[in-house]
């Protein structure tokens, strides 16, 4: 994804691939008069289809991780956003009630966190605390009975080696009132205090903000105020319950990571610094994203991985190659060779033992046993780099990675001819109908060269996330993905999260929905999980005659059990009648998933999140041909229980 002014993007073709007018699965363009006849012939097998066709595609865009995934509650945690004082942090007096709020840029408590906030205080009482208030994401979210896990980093100065009684509070903001407290001493000297806060029955709901309020004269400094709900497995530091359960329910093969614009930056010194996100947060920097606000780095390296780990996807590590949004890029040479370094480093702090010398980092930071890396991908976009400089860097990292890890498949961004990458990644955004014209876009490429790794796609339909118009132009592109499955080893929709909370969002449309409460799917997100979620090992050969405007399918089939797959896509307003014609079919009961509306602009929405679902029911199969009437504006999966 690029934040250059000229968003909408569509990725060249590259010169690699030749259209086909005609091809298995799009019809004539006149409505037909006898039932569409689509024959499968699953004892004729085309090919094997990739074990990771189907996964997720992420990057730090519409707070997809700070006010998102990585759910901390607490906005500017670090200091770090412009405008902290008015719209992170608020004083609780003002400087006539005797208390002052400044940045100290002389006292940090830690090498990367050097500022702090310093709050000065000449009268405070049991009955008129002075201290600050932080707004957070839109607010908390907060429910009932839930416990809340606190910590920061503070000093105070009350003289005569006292102690400060520091009150932390989660506050309704319509009643004033504390929901959650809990007070702690605060000595001299930078230290980290943990705590837990816990609800009672409360509502839930996002009018609430922390507070951290103090009765005793003197000078306070804080930093890295932290408060997080509770996390997916109950892992440390990790991610939103919710947000994972959809990513979950995608089926996800891999997760490619960092991905899009939030690896390169906007400038060389804004990349993804990958050694500066790893170990305790206290010694994480933090940095610019390229899209207008600034990063944590709560989400680094690890629990990227620890990601991958949680729904057991296979990791995509993208490596920085020394090219930035702004056309800053590092020539091929010995200037690049720290930038190749790196990397290496990167991937041996991900797949190395805990002898190694960053195996030994990452065992360090917590998890001792190396995770598994298949696929490395080499920088992002960079097709957008005027200085051409790409073959030449592609290929120092590809032949210093290749040195030490042969086993590896590299991933170029772009096409490069100084070497023949294992895989070329392709990325595109268009209309629906666009998507509907260049559904046979891979028929007929060479099987010779790379293979291919669409990163990065997305029916350009739909606000902030994809309507159902969208959901069609996706489904029926994945129909050719599917069909290209020997040549096509993974996918991936992009952007995949939006925050819908006014000024959250950048980029639209989006895959999944959320604020600070809950979150929902776009009826492109269903259309990728029943894609993902019904899949085979093979592609059988099929044909399909007769069929109306704008249909389009593919099969897939389970060697192992014999179970057959069937997307049906009716983009057309019209229903389609179908005969289909198996030549082997158990007489079993399959199951029907439909995915339909009345309309393309439907949709979902934070407010109807389950509008546009998928509906199971039963297949009565009584031989190997079944009669089927698909309604318009529908997405469909057939399984039928087939013969091994």
């Known amino acids: ?100 709020m400044v940045m100290d840029k002389t006292t940090g408590p830690s090498a990367a966190l050097t500022n702090s906030l310093k709050l000065t205080i000449k009268a405070a009482s ?101 408060v997080f709900p509770p996390t997916y497995k109950d892992r440390p530091n990790g991610f939103r319950i919710d947000l994972m359960e959809k990513m979950a329910g995608m089926h996800p093969a891999f997760l490619r990571f960092p991905g899009g614009n939030y690896l390169e930056g906007d400038h060389i010194a804004e990349r993804y610094d990958w050694k500066k996100t790893i170990g305790p947060l206290v010694d994480r920097p933090t940095h610019p994203s390229p899209w207008s606000y600034h990063s944590s780095d709560g989400l680094g390296l690890l629990e990227f991985l620890e990601w991958c780990e949680d729904l057991h996807a296979n990791a995509v590590l993208a490596v920085y190659a020394g090219y930035s949004m702004r056309q800053e890029h590092v020539d091929p040479g010995t200037a690049l060779d720290p930038y190749v370094q790196d990397a290496l480093d990167e991937i041996e702090y991900a797949t190395g033992g805990p002898e190694t010398k960053w195996g030994a980092e990452r065992a360090k930071d917590g998890h001792p046993a190396p995770f598994t890396v298949s696929y ?34 590299l991933i170029a961004t772009t096409p490069v001819t100084g070497v023949v990458p294992d895989v070329v990644d392709d990325h595109y955004y268009k209309s629906a109908e666009e998507f509907f014209d260049d559904t046979h876009h891979y028929d007929k490429a060479d099987r010779g060269g790379s293979k291919i790794f669409v990163g ?36 991936a929709y992009a952007p995949m999260f939006v925050n819908v909370n006014p000024g959250g969002m950048q980029w639209h449309p989006d895959l999944i929905g959320y604020d600070g409460l809950t979150s929902y799917g776009s009826p492109s997100y269903y259309a990728l999980s029943l894609f993902a979620g019904y899949l085979g090992d093979q592609v059988p050969d099929s044909t399909l005659t007769g069929a109306g405007p704008r249909f389009f399918y593919s099969v897939t089939r389970q060697q192992s059990t014999g179970m057959v797959y069937l997307k049906l896509v009716n983009a057309s307003p019209a229903p389609q009648d179908l005969e289909i014609k ?63």
């Open 1 to 100: 994804m690029s934040s250059i002014a000229v968003r909408r993007k569509i990725c060249p073709l590259l010169g690699l691939f030749l259209a086909v007018p005609a091809a298995i699965g799009q019809s004539a363009q006149i409505a037909p008069a006898k039932p569409a006849v689509l024959e499968i012939q699953t004892e004729k097998t085309l090919h094997s289809v990739s074990p990771t066709l189907y996964g997720l595609m992420t990057e730090e865009i519409n707070y997809s991780y700070d006010g998102g995934l990585y759910p901390e509650l607490v906005r500017n945690r670090a200091l770090r956003d412009e405008g902290w004082e008015q719209q992170d942090w608020t004083l609780l007096q003002n400087k006539e009630a005797g208390a002052e």
């Open 126 to 226: 049991a009955t008129e605390p002075v201290g600050v208030r932080n707004k957070g994401f839109w607010g908390y979210a907060l429910k009932p009975n839930t416990t809340y896990s606190v910590s920061f980093y503070a000093k105070g100065d009350v003289g005569g080696g006292q102690m400060w009684p520091l009150k932390v509070s989660l506050v309704n903001d319509k009643t004033g009132k504390p929901v959650a407290t809990a007070t702690t001493p605060v000595g001299g000297d930078w230290k980290q205090y943990q705590l837990t806060l816990k609800t009672g029955a409360i509502p839930t709901g996002t009018d609430n903000h922390l507070e951290l309020t103090a009765i005793s004269t003197g000078t306070l400094w804080l930093d890295l105020v932290s």
């Open 376 to 409: 490395v991908e080499i920088g992002n976009e960079d097709f957008f780099d005027r200085s051409k400089s790409y073959d030449g860097r592609f290929k120092q990292f590809h032949d210093a990675i290749k040195a030490k890890y042969p086993s590896l498949q």
């Open 456 to 491: 990065e796609y997305a029916t350009m339909e739909g606000s902030p996330t994809a309507d159902f118009g969208a959901a069609l132009g996706d489904a029926a592109w994945l129909t050719g993905i599917e069909r290209n499955s020997d040549l096509i080893v993974m996918s």
């Open 582 to 644: 198996l030549d082997k079919a158990s007489g079993a009961v399959g199951k029907l998933l439909r995915l339909h509306a009345e309309t393309q602009a439907d949709t979902n929405s934070i407010a109807n999140p389950k509008h546009i679902v998928p509906v199971e029911s039963p297949l009565p199969l009584a031989g190997p041909s079944l009669h089927h009437t698909i309604p318009g504006f529908s997405i469909e999966v057939l399984e039928f229980p087939g013969k091994k």
